[in-house]
């Protein structure tokens, strides 16, 4: 119940779409999301396994991707359990995506994923 909470009500001092924009921009907060995204519920001692980063540079990824919610952490006795909060890049796509036609987009995709698939 706490989760659902985080994940769909707006926070205090909702981020701005820079921040969401600014955590998206480095790769690694990006593996940490597609992890999250894999599996959800992860502890910081999870997702640090078989990265090639500090314990510590997790860390602060981990906050900043919080500070942009894009991650939302829920705590579980001693364990702080992350959850990827897919609201922040839903509503980018809805601003910036959804004014240009779906379709055309889709087929512009499949053309670029066999052509790559060719090579």
């Keep these: 119940m706490q989760l659902f909470g985080c994940l769909l009500s707006a926070p ?3 981020p701005h779409v ?3 924009f600014k955590a998206l921009a480095d790769p690694s907060r990006r593996e940490l999301l597609d992890r999250l995204h ?3 519920g992860q502890t910081l001692g999870e997702l640090c396994a078989g990265l090639h980063m500090t314990r ?3 860390t ?3 906050a900043m991707l919080e500070a942009a919610n894009l991650v ?3 705590r579980r006795g001693r ?3 992350h959850y990827l909060n897919p609201v922040p890049i839903s509503e980018i796509y809805e601003r910036w995506i959804g004014k240009f036609e779906r379709h055309r987009l889709r087929a512009l995709h499949q053309l670029k994923k066999g052509l790559e698939e060719e090579s």
């Design 79 to 81: 364990e702080k359990l």
């Design 60 to 62: 602060k990824h981990l």
């Design 38 to 40: 894999t599996e959800a």
């Design 18 to 20: 820079d921040q969401v």
């Design 56 to 58: 510590q540079a997790v």
């Design 72 to 74: 939302a952490s829920v």
């Design 12 to 14: 205090v001092g909702r």
